[in-house]
Every structure is written in structure tokens, then in C-alpha cells.
């Protein structure tokens, strides 16, 4: 069953290397990062699943050991999921970034696992893929990583969308009280079209989450480059 879990932006940019002059900018977001992994470790789980946004060439498993770098950013900074041998495919962004702060965490706490959720899953699909995760050990903790909708500002990657604000505000609510009904909730439609791509990861969640009687605290929201990024922990 799920016993924790840890929800996280996924931008390239919260690594330093990638983010070069600019990082100072997403510091407090990989501050909050950091203390949500703290709870992941201390719910001592026997497996941890890193689950993030995919396009469908890199959706699916990827198993401990499985690499991922941010060399198409202009970085040759490389990451690996846990200890393990290489798999047979790279991780996409969102698993590398999940991989990277995992172990600038220093993660030893158990084994690690990738799931690369296409962005345009459907709900049903997603919330299934939550409940086969939870039921994969008896302790099963999930770092998720998704970012909200990038349509917050004139100079955001989707541009200004007047639905954005509120998308992102209930998307927070949800992922800082543990609503489950509520992340089962958000819309897949609108969140295709507010470039919302931690839509199917935090329904994943929402699968994984369902009886197990977590509480979540919302650690960090904001929208910076006008996209919404989301800390939260629940345990």
C-alpha cells in the first residue's frame, strides 16, 4: 500500500547545471524538493516508484539502475535511478529530473523504480496504473513528479490563458490536502490544452492514494517563466 509520498516539479531548470545563471531563481523550489524527499524516507518504504509525464516512445517502466541526461539542454551532466545496471532505455526528463534530485538526496532509503505516464492518459487509466503501483509492495512511496499549467503569463511557453489561475489553484489545493476526489477531478481536456503535463502523474497518485488515509502539506507554489510548480508531501 502507499505509505508516502512526495510531489515535485519537473523542469530541467531545478538542476543547476541546466538552469546555469538562472539558479538562484528556483532555489526555495528545491529547498521544498529536498524536505518532501526527507518525508520519503522516513516512511521507510520498501519500494519507491518515480512517476512522471512521458512522451509515448518513453512511457512505461524503467527499472533501477536506468539512466537519463540533460544533454539536450547543454549539459553533460548525467543521472541514474538507483543503484543498478543501465537499462536499455534513457529516462525522459521528468524521470531524470526525479533522478537527480534523488540523488542529490543522497536516496539509500529503497529500492527505485520509473514509470513514465504518457501525458494524454486517460483517467481511468491512470488512477488503474496508481492502484497497481500500491499494491506492488507493502510499503510503496511515490515521488511525482508534474508541473502545472505553463500558460500562466504573456511570456509563458503556452502563452496567457485566462483558465490557467484556476486550473493551477485547484490543482494545489488537491495535491496540499491529499483530496484524491479532487485530483480524480481535474479535467484532462483542459489540462492538454493549459500544458498541463502533472495532470496523469498526480492522477496516478490519486490511484495509489485511494484508502490508504494520507495527510499532504502543500510546501511551495508559484509560477515562475509563468508555468505553476507544486511541492507538496503526504503521509
Same mark, same amino acid.
Given at each position: 500500500m502507499l505509505v508516502a509520498a512526495a510531489v515535485c516539479p519537473a523542469p530541467p531548470m531545478l538542476v543547476p547545471e541546466v538552469a546555469a545563471g538562472a539558479a538562484a531563481e528556483l532555489g526555495a523550489a528545491r529547498t521544498a524538493?529536498? $524536505?518532501?524527499? =526527507?518525508?520519503?524516507?522516513?516512511?521507510? +518504504?520498501?519500494? *519507491?516508484?518515480?512517476?512522471? &509525464? %512521458?512522451?509515448?516512445?518513453?512511457?512505461?517502466?524503467?527499472?533501477?539502475?536506468?539512466?537519463?541526461?540533460?544533454?539536450?539542454?547543454?549539459?553533460?551532466?548525467?543521472?541514474?535511478?538507483?543503484?543498478?545496471?543501465?537499462?536499455?532505455?534513457?529516462?525522459?526528463?521528468?524521470?531524470?529530473?526525479?533522478?537527480?534530485?534523488?540523488?542529490?538526496?543522497?536516496?539509500?532509503?529503497?529500492?527505485v523504480e520509473g514509470l513514465g505516464v504518457e501525458d494524454a492518459l486517460e483517467t481511468a487509466r491512470c488512477l488503474d496504473a496508481g492502484r497497481e503501483l500500491a499494491?506492488?509492495?507493502?510499503?510503496?512511496?511515490?515521488?511525482?513528479?508534474? $508541473?502545472?499549467? =505553463?500558460?500562466?503569463?504573456?511570456?509563458? +511557453?503556452?502563452? *496567457?490563458?485566462?483558465?490557467? &489561475? %484556476?486550473?493551477?489553484?485547484?490543482?494545489?489545493?488537491?495535491?496540499?490536502?491529499?483530496?484524491?476526489?479532487?485530483?480524480t477531478a481535474l479535467d484532462p481536456g483542459l489540462a492538454s490544452e493549459l500544458?498541463?503535463?502533472?495532470?496523469?502523474?498526480?492522477q496516478v497518485l490519486a490511484g495509489a492514494a485511494e484508502g490508504a488515509g494520507l495527510a499532504g502539506r502543500l510546501l511551495f507554489e508559484d509560477a515562475p517563466y509563468g508555468v505553476g510548480y507544486f511541492v507538496a508531501a503526504w503521509s
Open positions: 524538493c529536498s $524536505d518532501a524527499l =526527507a518525508v520519503l524516507a522516513a516512511s521507510r +518504504p520498501d519500494l *519507491l516508484v518515480v512517476v512522471g &509525464a %512521458a512522451d509515448p516512445e518513453h512511457r512505461g517502466s524503467y527499472p533501477q539502475g536506468a539512466r537519463g541526461n540533460f544533454h539536450g539542454f547543454g549539459v553533460g551532466a548525467d543521472v541514474q535511478l538507483g543503484q543498478g545496471e543501465e537499462g536499455p532505455r534513457l529516462l525522459p526528463p521528468s524521470l531524470a529530473v526525479g533522478a537527480w534530485l534523488l540523488g542529490r538526496a543522497g536516496w539509500g532509503a529503497a529500492p499494491a506492488r509492495d507493502d510499503r510503496v512511496a511515490l515521488l511525482v513528479m508534474g $508541473d502545472g499549467s =505553463a500558460c500562466r503569463t504573456l511570456k509563458a +511557453p503556452g502563452y *496567457l490563458d485566462e483558465r490557467a &489561475a %484556476a486550473f493551477d489553484a485547484a490543482a494545489g489545493r488537491a495535491l496540499g490536502a491529499a483530496d484524491v476526489p479532487a485530483l500544458m498541463a503535463a502533472g495532470r496523469a502523474p498526480w
